[in-house]
C-alpha cells in the first residue's frame, strides 16, 4: 500500500444476506483469506489513548493507524495508515516522547519503548470490491470486508482509501449511500474486532480505554454522544 492513505471507513453488523446483497449490487469477491494480527502497547496502553493502533499482521508486516482530520466522527471513523518502518518508528517516538532511537526497524524499539503484546487474535475476511452504479467517476472504488474473528465476533466494513482529506467528503458520501444500499440502519455502529477482544479478555484495559474517551472533549458538530469506542 501506498504510503500515507487515508482509510475512511464504517461499520456494520452482517447479516445473512449481505453477501448476497453484494452481488446484486455488483460487488465482486476478491478474495477470502485468513490473518492473525497481533497488536501492541506500553502497559498503560499509551498508543490507544492517543488514538494509534499498532499491529503486526501475519506476512504483511507492520502498520501504524493514526488518526486523520476527523479520527472517529459519527459513525465513521478517518485514520492515516503507515506501513514504511522508518515512518513509523518516528511516529511512535513523538507520541512516546521519546528520543534518539533513529528510524530503524519498528522490532528493534519495542522493547526501548516499552511494548508489549496486548492482544492478539486470527480473523477470517472476505474481501468484496464495488463501483457503486450511477457514479461517473469510476475513484474511490468502495471495498467491503466481511470479517469473522476466531473469538465468535463478525462485523463488517464498507472502505474507501484515498490520498488527501479534500476526497474525504465524496468517499463518505459513498460509503453512507452503499451502507444504506445493504440495508445498515442509519444509526448503526459496530465495535472494532479488537476493542471486542479487550472487552471480553482484558476488561480491565478496555474500562481504562473508555475512561480516557469519555474525558475527551468531542470536536464541535460532531452528532454522535456515544462513546468513540462504540
Ligand atoms: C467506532 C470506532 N472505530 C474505530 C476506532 C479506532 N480503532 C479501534 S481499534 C483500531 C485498530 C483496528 O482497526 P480496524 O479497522 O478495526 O482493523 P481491521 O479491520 O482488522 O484492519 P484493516 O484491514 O481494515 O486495516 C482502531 C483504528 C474507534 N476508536 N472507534
Ligand atoms: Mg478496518
Known amino acids: 500500500m501506498a504510503q500515507g492513505l487515508i482509510e475512511v471507513e464504517r461499520k456494520f453488523l452482517p447479516g445473512p444476506g449481505t453477501e448476497e446483497r453484494l452481488q446484486e449490487l455488483g460487488g465482486t469477491l476478491e478474495h477470502r483469506v485468513t490473518f492473525r494480527d497481533t497488536y501492541y502497547d506500553t502497559p498503560e496502553l499509551s498508543l490507544m489513548q492517543a488514538d494509534h493502533w499498532l499491529r503486526r499482521r501475519e ?74 452504479l450511477g457514479t461517473d467517476e469510476e475513484e474511490p472504488q468502495l471495498r467491503v470486508d466481511l470479517d469473522t474473528a476466531d473469538f465468535g465476533y463478525a462485523v463488517g466494513e464498507v472502505e474507501a482509501l484515498v490520498h488527501e482529506e479534500a476526497e474525504v467528503p465524496t468517499a463518505l458520501e459513498k460509503i453512507h449511500r452503499l451502507s444504506s444500499m445493504l440495508g445498515v440502519p442509519a444509526q448503526e455502529t459496530a465495535p472494532a474486532k479488537l476493542i471486542v477482544y479487550l472487552q471480553r479478555f482484558r476488561p480491565q484495559d478496555y474500562q481504562r480505554l473508555l475512561e480516557v474517551n469519555s474525558s475527551k472533549q468531542r470536536p464541535q458538530g460532531t452528532e454522535d454522544p456515544d462513546n468513540c469506542l462504540g
Open 59 to 132: 506476512d504483511s508486516g507492520w502498520e501504524l493507524k493514526c488518526p486523520g482530520a476527523a479520527g472517529v466522527l459519527g459513525h465513521h471513523t478517518e485514520y492515516k495508515e503507515l506501513t514504511a518502518e522508518p515512518t513509523i518508528v518516528a511516529q511512535l517516538c513523538k507520541v512516546l516522547g521519546a528520543d534518539g532511537l533513529g528510524a530503524g526497524d519498528v522490532a528493534a524499539v519495542l522493547g526501548p519503548l516499552g511494548l508489549q503484546e496486548v492482544a492478539s487474535f486470527v480473523t477470517k475476511r472476505s474481501a468484496w470490491k464495488l463501483v457503486l
